[in-house]
Each structure stands twice: as C-alpha cells, then as structure tokens.
C-alpha cells in the first residue's frame, strides 16, 4: 500500500517528460528488454522504446533513413541504409529493435536493425 501512494504522489509532482520515460523504461523492463543508457559498444542488444523523430538523409545518393528510439533513460539512433521509408516507421510508435551497437559521432546506433512493431504504450 506504502508503494502504490509514493508512486501516486510521485506522479502527482512530476512533469509529463518524467512520467513518459518512467512507463518506457517500465515497458522496456517488463519485456526483458536493456536500458538504452547501459548498452555498450559492440554488443549486441535488445532494445524498445518510442520513436521521437524519424527522417529520410540522402547521404552520397544513398538513402538512409534515421530514427531516434528513447525508452525512458536514453536515445539510440537506428538507421536503416538504402531505404527511404518502411512502412509502421514513424514518429510517436513503440518498437523493439534487436542490433549491434555502434559509436557514429558519439553517438549510440544501430544499423540495419531486426525491428518488432509493439502496441502503443498507455502512459
């Protein structure tokens, strides 16, 4: 009982941006899933959360396109090369993404990841 009325009042005192990436990193535990903020270089992970921007970037005549993925403790950038869309790809939808972890201009990516479409998260 103690826990259900500190997690009300938690709730009760905390922003929006709070409370979002507390149920993503609840979601991404109740699926077995890793922390964005505790994947390594060149492991290979499994990761869920929200896409919070996804866009086309010819680079050198190759399409790429690139999503951001934050599950609630830190973002990963997934691209996908040769590809100028993919259907279910777009902002605001919860996935889970299984890949290699790779430093691009230190910045956490994912090539080319295996992706799952999830429900939407009630938050």
Known sequence: M????RRWLNRLSSDDDQLEAAALSESSDACGAQH??????GQVVT????????????????????????????????????RRSIP??????TI????????????KTIYNPNYELRPALIA
């Open 96 to 107: 889970q993404v299984v890949g290699r972890v790779a430093n691009r201009d230190g910045v």
């Open 2 to 5: 103690a826990g259900a009325l």
């Open 88 to 93: 279910g790809i777009e902002p605001g939808r």
């Open 36 to 41: 964005a903020r505790q994947c390594r270089l």
């Open 47 to 82: 990761v869920q959360g929200r896409l919070r921007s996804v866009d086309l970037r010819p680079a050198d005549s190759l399409a790429t396109l690139h999503a951001e993925l934050y599950d609630g403790t830190d973002a990963i950038e997934l691209i996908w090369l040769g």
